[in-house]
């Protein structure tokens, strides 16, 4: 089975400072995605950044950007430039590749608070 | 754009009465499409999914249950509700061409 792993419950920034986000997954499959999510306020689920486990080229979204490390098993979520509409709650998700397309295993989720 | 609508946003409810939380998809045909809980501050765990009509999985033992009984409706149902089903509900969706999952604004369920 897999499993997400987030370690830090709550991490805070100074605008426009950047910080990364750390999470570590579990699986013993080979093609797979992996996604950041942001859950502001609102509860809304927005998806962030994306990354396909065959891509060895980390994915970048404006001044998102993730660290992708395959054999580590690591995928951690840098924000520049933080800004205070980034303070949310930040969930990292696991999805196998197959006929389940949208089926995610959620990290415990990481609060970022950005402070003026 | 694929577009799920759920309701209520909240919803307060006694113990031992029933529940049903409805969640259709617009934009989109055939999806897969999952509920997921959330309790409070943590992360969200898969209760079910369905990736045809009549065709429900069930990921956690629990006191609820899901129906599909259209390509685009997708319940949540509870015949007695327990204080622990308190929590955040999330309606997805997904498998129509991106891999990513798409949400609907959530349930924010309260047993009393």
């Known amino acids: 089975a897999q499993t997400v792993t987030q370690s830090q419950p709550e991490m805070s920034v100074q605008e426009a400072e950047t910080v990364t986000l750390s999470c570590t997954y579990d699986?013993?499959?080979?093609?797979?995605?992996l996604f950041w999510y942001k859950q502001p306020p609102s509860r809304q689920m927005i998806l962030v950044i994306r990354?396909?486990?065959?891509?060895?080229q980390n994915a970048t979204e404006n001044r998102f950007s993730v660290n992708f490390q395959k054999a580590a098993k690591s995928f951690s979520l840098k924000i520049s430039d933080s800004q205070l509409g980034d303070t949310a709650m930040y969930f990292c998700?696991?999805?196998?590749?197959?006929?389940?397309?949208?089926?995610?295993?959620f990290g415990q989720g990481t609060t970022l608070q950005v402070k003026p | 754009s694929q577009t799920i609508h759920q309701w209520p946003a909240t919803l307060v409810q006694p113990v031992g009465s029933p529940l049903s939380l409805e969640c259709t998809v617009e934009?989109?045909?055939?999806?897969?499409l999952y509920w997921y809980r959330q309790a409070a501050g943590r992360g969200l765990q898969l209760l079910f999914y369905?990736?045809?009509?009549?065709?429900i999985s069930s990921e956690v033992p629990q006191n609820l249950s899901a129906s599909r009984p259209q390509d685009r409706q997708f319940i949540l149902s509870s015949k007695k509700l327990l204080l622990s089903d308190s929590g955040f509900y999330l309606c997805?969706?997904?498998?129509?061409?991106?891999?990513?999952?798409?949400f609907g604004q959530g349930t924010r369920l309260t047993v009393v």
């Open positions: 699986t013993s499959e080979n093609n797979y995605y």
């Open positions: 369905s990736v045809g009509i009549g065709q």
């Open positions: 997805a969706g997904g498998g129509t061409g991106n891999p990513e999952a798409f």
């Open positions: 934009g989109t045909s055939n999806p897969n």
């Open positions: 990354q396909e486990a065959y891509k060895q």
């Open positions: 998700a696991f999805m196998k590749l197959g006929s389940n397309t949208g089926k995610l295993i």
